[in-house]
């Protein structure tokens, strides 16, 4: 069965932590997704990668970076967490064969609060 | 800005009801078309995708997309009240980096016993 697997499903850090949240999926996709997801703007594309070692930027990208060392694991990055990176996280992954056509497999999702 | 347009809801209809979710979009290039479904607390998961004009029917559900007016909608026969979620339309974008999707900012629908 399909499995993208998010590290950690709650996390509260305090202002100007550095945050890692991580993910794994299991399904030897090479694309992988972060997202994140706030009442009434929907879900807007941090970062994605399209295979191991590269990353481009998504829609909003600002305080964040990324890191894909292994094609199994993409992980998210908060230099220095800000109140207003408190959101929904969300990390999907796709096969690259499939393109534009390919479907997206969600994580469950870290809930992230920054006090 | 690309964007992707659905009307927020929340959409209530009774059981055994049709349901009939819209999505405009803005690019005019986009080829790749999606709905997801989202329970309360749960991430999203694809219902239906759709490449080319007209109609795909999958059990209940009906994805029906006419680029011309770029304009997407789902339709669910029979709706249940399992089927009480948020619906997001997803866009495939044109150009620039391959596979990205935009997505609308989803439409909650409610099915009342």
């Known amino acids: 069965d399909v499995k993208v697997t998010q590290s950690s499903r709650y996390l509260v850090k305090r202002t100007g932590e550095k945050v890692f949240l991580e993910c794994v999926q299991d399904?030897?996709?090479?694309?992988m997704f972060w997202y994140r997801q706030d009442p009434g703007l929907g879900l807007r594309l941090i970062y994605f990668?399209?295979?191991?070692?590269?990353?481009e930027k998504g829609d909003i990208p600002e305080g964040y970076s990324v890191s894909r060392e292994k094609k199994e694991r993409f992980s998210l990055i908060l230099e220095s967490a800000s109140t207003n990176q408190t959101s929904m996280y969300l990390c999907?992954?796709?096969?690259?064969?499939?393109?534009?056509?390919?479907?997206?497999?969600f994580g469950e999702g870290s809930r992230l609060t920054v006090l | 800005q690309k964007e992707v347009e659905q009307n927020s809801g929340p959409l209530s209809v009774p059981e055994g009801a049709i349901a009939s979710l819209n999505c405009t979009y803005s690019?005019?290039?986009?080829?790749?078309f999606f709905w997801y479904r989202q329970y309360s607390g749960k991430s999203p998961e694809l219902i239906m995708s759709?490449?080319?004009?007209g109609d795909k029917e999958d059990g209940r559900f009906t994805a029906q997309l006419n680029k011309a007016s770029q304009y997407v909608s789902l339709l669910i026969r029979d709706s249940q009240p399992s089927d009480s979620a948020t619906y997001l339309c997803?866009?495939?974008?044109?150009?620039?980096?391959?596979?990205?999707?935009?997505f609308g900012k989803g439409t909650k629908l409610s099915v009342k016993p």
């Open positions: 999907a992954s796709r096969f690259r064969d499939r393109g534009l056509s390919g479907e997206l497999f």
């Open positions: 399904m030897d996709h090479e694309n």
């Open positions: 990668s399209y295979d191991v070692k590269m990353k």
């Open positions: 690019d005019r290039g986009s080829q790749s």
């Open positions: 759709i490449y080319s004009n």
């Open positions: 997803a866009v495939s974008r044109y150009g620039g980096s391959q596979g990205n999707l935009i």
